[in-house]
């Protein structure tokens, strides 16, 4: 080869190259773009929250219904304060930022059935950030996984003593925590909690049966953060 072709040749690998680290730094541009977006989310208002969250008819064999907000809870009690991010989210309104908040009861009957085998609530609420948001499932992810022998909560001023808390594989991805939740009665709750913007998903799970766990319903979760995102959109 030339001097000439190879001076081509290596111009050609160099412009490849520069191509290719350019592609690169513009992808990295663009997921931090996205981080920040996500992170620099601003609050839903109370009425934003209220047409964002499921209601009657959004998933067909559900039951979905309006809870009153009746009066505000306080913050709860806790024996360690590093479970406290678990506690919150049994008082979610000591999560919602300027008292945002939306509840809903669900409930799904079996076919051919009056009786419902299962009820759920909706607890949908504004962070005071996306940040804030992000922050408070990572927060409730290490207090779950560092109070798994129990604690004791103190609730509108009733004490409980929580035998066990588990942290479950979660299917709704890195913003999202799912747990077991045991009191000393032997009464079993299964929480999923989701950050999508600014907001923040709870959802409990029981049975009204045999009081053992159960899962959150995957299209529950999936058709709320929809919604949210429709709202944001």
Known sequence: MTKMGRTMAFGGIRKVLSGAIIAALFGMAAC??????????QPLSGAQLSQAALSQGDIAGY?????????????????????RPIADVLTPESLAYDGRLVQRDIWKTPTGSEVADASYRLML??????E???????????AV????SGFEVTLSGEAHNVRQV?????????????????YQMGMKRRYVV??????LSIFSASNQRNNA????PGELVDEQKSKLEGEKS
């Open 125 to 130: 609420l504004s962070a005071e950030s996306g």
């Open 145 to 148: 996984s560092s109070c798994g």
């Open 132 to 142: 804030a948001a992000e922050k408070a499932v990572q927060d409730l992810e290490k």
């Open 213 to 216: 766990f159960i899962a959150v």
């Open 166 to 182: 588990l942290l479950n594989k979660s299917e709704f991805g890195d913003e999202s925590v799912d747990f077991s939740f045991e």
């Open 194 to 199: 989701v950050s999508s913007g600014a907001s």
């Open 32 to 41: 931090g773009t996205e981080t920040s977006e996500e992170g620099n989310a």
């Open 63 to 83: 039951t979905i219904r309006d809870v009153s907000a009746g009066s505000k809870a306080g913050s709860a009690e806790v024996s360690d304060e590093s479970c």
